[in-house]
């Protein structure tokens, strides 16, 4: 008659096989191989896990491994104290060492993890690429802003001066407009509110100088210039760029195989790779506000297009073969 080993000591003896350097799976295949055993006479004793009558024994449990196998651990109850006493059959369901197998397994994640095979002869390398491009989009930024009393009289002529401002944006398909924040604030004189500050921007976008000067400087008879600003275009952007990439992967490989050359290696294989890109481009130029009564106030803005330097920048780790 097949007898079944009680939960505790398949506890105890997956936990041994585990600190003797069993993986989870393995381990857990020796306890089922325990189990299943005709006439199992597994024990978990403080020093050897004896395998079935006339098998191998296996070796002794080292001095940290006590705790695993010991029959009174410190903390342990009174029914784990007799792991190692055999019980009747019937009384472990079909399911039990499913259920002990998975609770085991999630106590082996917490175990830590194996060390990683360390590696050897890995160099890091940096390389960059370059180029100056046209710059063929300007962006405008306006501002509307009043202060008034009452909140409300103060939005009413912001409201109206942007409203205005974008009716004869919309008059020029070159330009795209566009609203930004719209802010209002309190304005306190002798600690006490004194009126409302109310503030609206615009932002004018567009390849054609002309025209985006023009409207600017009509614009300025109720909106004030904020800033300028000149840039890459998409298109143009993303031209450049794709040749960048090529040129800077072209110095990485190449420096890569001087690297390797140097080192008298055969040559090398990439661990990993980072292509990132970038651009060194002046900021915007902020515009100082100018009263809308004054004689230039609605002259057109000198607008100087440029040129801005787009990078590209290939960094990564490769390693030396023999």
Same mark, same amino acid.
């Given at each position: 008659?097949?007898?079944?080993?009680?939960?505790? @000591? &398949?506890?105890?003896?997956?936990?041994?096989?585990?600190?003797?350097?069993? +993986?989870?799976?393995?381990?857990?295949?020796?306890?089922?191989?325990?189990?299943?055993?005709?006439?199992?006479?597994?024990?978990?004793?403080?020093?050897?896990?004896?395998?079935? @009558?006339?098998?191998?024994?296996?070796?002794?449990?080292?001095?940290?491994?006590?705790?695993?196998?010991?029959?009174?651990?410190?903390?342990?109850?009174?029914?784990?104290?007799?792991?190692?006493?055999?019980?009747?059959?019937?009384?472990?369901?079909?399911?039990?060492?499913?259920?002990?197998?998975?609770? &085991?397994?999630?106590?082996?994640? %917490? *175990?830590?993890?194996?060390?990683?095979?360390?590696?050897?002869?890995?160099?890091?390398?940096?390389?960059?690429?370059?180029?100056?491009?046209?710059?063929?989009? %300007?962006?405008?930024?306006?501002?509307?802003?009043?202060?008034?009393?009452?909140?409300? +009289?103060?939005?009413?002529?912001?409201?109206? *001066?942007?409203?205005? *401002?974008?009716?004869?944006?919309?008059?020029?398909?070159?330009? $795209?407009?566009?609203?930004?924040?719209?802010?209002?604030?309190?304005?306190?004189?002798?600690?006490?509110?004194?009126?409302?500050?109310?503030?609206?921007?615009?932002?004018?976008?567009?390849?054609? &100088?002309?025209?985006?000067?023009?409207?600017?400087?009509?614009? %300025?008879?109720?909106?004030?210039?904020?800033?300028? !600003?000149? %840039?890459?275009?998409?298109?143009?952007?993303?031209?450049?760029?794709?040749?960048?990439?090529?040129?800077?992967? *072209?110095?990485?490989?190449?420096?890569?195989? !001087?690297?390797?050359?140097?080192?008298?290696?055969?040559?090398?294989?990439?661990?990993?790779? +980072?292509?990132?890109?970038?651009?060194?481009?002046?900021?915007?130029?902020?515009?100082?506000?100018?009263?809308?009564?004054?004689?230039?106030?609605?002259?057109?803005?000198? &607008?100087?297009?440029?040129?801005? @330097?787009?990078?590209?920048?290939?960094?990564?780790?490769? $390693?030396?073969?023999?």
């Amino acid at each position: 008659m097949n007898e079944t080993l009680d939960r505790a @000591t &398949l506890e105890c003896l997956f936990r041994a096989e585990h600190a003797r350097g069993r +993986d989870s799976v393995g381990a857990l295949a020796t306890v089922r191989r325990m189990d299943a055993a005709p006439e199992p006479t597994w024990t978990c004793s403080r020093r050897v896990a004896r395998g079935p @009558t006339g098998s191998r024994p296996s070796p002794p449990v080292s001095r940290d491994s006590e705790r695993v196998y010991g029959r009174r651990s410190a903390g342990t109850s009174a029914a784990s104290s007799r792991a190692a006493r055999r019980i009747g059959p019937g009384t472990h369901r079909s399911g039990s060492l499913l259920a002990l197998a998975l609770a &085991l397994l999630a106590w082996t994640l %917490q *175990a830590p993890a194996h060390e990683s095979t360390p590696s050897y002869d890995r160099v890091t390398l940096r390389v960059s690429a370059e180029a100056s491009a046209e710059n063929d989009v %300007q962006v405008i930024r306006l501002y509307a802003e009043h202060q008034a009393e009452r909140q409300r +009289d103060a939005s009413s002529r912001v409201n109206a *001066a942007v409203r205005w *401002a974008l009716e004869r944006a919309e008059r020029v398909p070159a330009i $795209e407009s566009r609203t930004l924040a719209y802010r209002s604030s309190p304005v306190y004189r002798n600690q006490s509110l004194a009126g409302w500050r109310v503030r609206q921007a615009l932002e004018l976008e567009s390849t054609d &100088l002309e025209a985006l000067g023009a409207l600017a400087g009509e614009l %300025q008879e109720r909106l004030a210039i904020e800033s300028v !600003r000149h %840039q890459v275009g998409a298109d143009a952007r993303r031209a450049v760029e794709e040749a960048l990439v090529e040129e800077a992967i *072209a110095r990485f490989r190449a420096r890569a195989e !001087r690297v390797a050359g140097h080192f008298g290696r055969s040559g090398y294989r990439v661990v990993a790779v +980072d292509v990132s890109t970038g651009d060194r481009a002046p900021g915007p130029v902020p515009m100082r506000a100018m009263a809308m009564a004054d004689a230039g106030a609605n002259a057109a803005p000198s &607008l100087e297009a440029g040129t801005t @330097t787009l990078t590209v920048v290939v960094s990564g780790t490769i $390693e030396l073969e023999l």
